[in-house]
């Protein structure tokens, strides 16, 4: 279970949500958090990461972006701007980015209380729909007029345009 440490800040376009994972935190049914690595990807349900999967199939809600270990402070990710921090057992944090695609409803923003991938008909606050995926640029300025935030991945060199969700 986790409980949120930290709120979603804008740095450099970048939405960053910080979580902090208690005894049975978020990663330990992905398996040992040390042998998670940059370019991983996770699967997630609800705020849990449930494991490791395929980075090309289409389980993967989440890319590994950074990885900071014996550490539990999460605002290392800020070193590597990332959409969501996760602090695990170790400790360990690790800096991840969304792997959405348009239509991919997400928690984010500055009045998200929660992160992860929901449906988009959700009551929740902070949910957002992709509206676009902006290839090899981190420049948000080719996101449609409608945009309301956006996902910088320096990472891998995309932009999340993301619009109402309903």
């Keep these: 279970m986790l409980r949120l440490v930290g709120g979603l800040a804008a740095v450099a376009l970048v939405i960053g ?6 005894a049975n935190g978020p990663l ?15 699967e997630a349900s609800g705020q849990r990461i449930t494991g490791e999967v395929p980075c090309g199939g289409g ?4 890319s590994v ?9 999460a605002s290392n990710c800020s070193a590597t701007p990332s959409d969501v921090a ?8 690790l800096c991840l980015d969304y792997i959405a695609v348009v239509g991919d409803c997400l928690l984010a923003g500055d009045r998200a209380a929660e992160v992860g991938k929901v ?13 676009a995926v902006l290839h090899n640029t981190i420049d948000p300025t080719d996101c449609p007029k409608t945009t309301r935030q956006t ?8 932009v999340l345009c993301l619009g109402q969700s309903s």
């Design 17 to 22: 949500l910080a979580v902090w994972a208690k």
């Design 28 to 42: 330990s049914s992905a398996g040992n958090v040390s042998r998670i690595a940059v370019g991983d990807c996770l």
């Design 59 to 62: 389980a993967a809600d989440f």
């Design 65 to 73: 972006v950074g990885r900071y270990p014996d550490t539990s402070d």
């Design 86 to 93: 996760v602090v695990g057992s170790g400790p360990a944090v």
């Design 119 to 131: 449906d988009c008909s959700s009551d929740l606050t902070g949910v957002y729909r992709v509206e």
């Design 151 to 158: 996902l910088v991945h320096r990472f891998n060199s995309e």
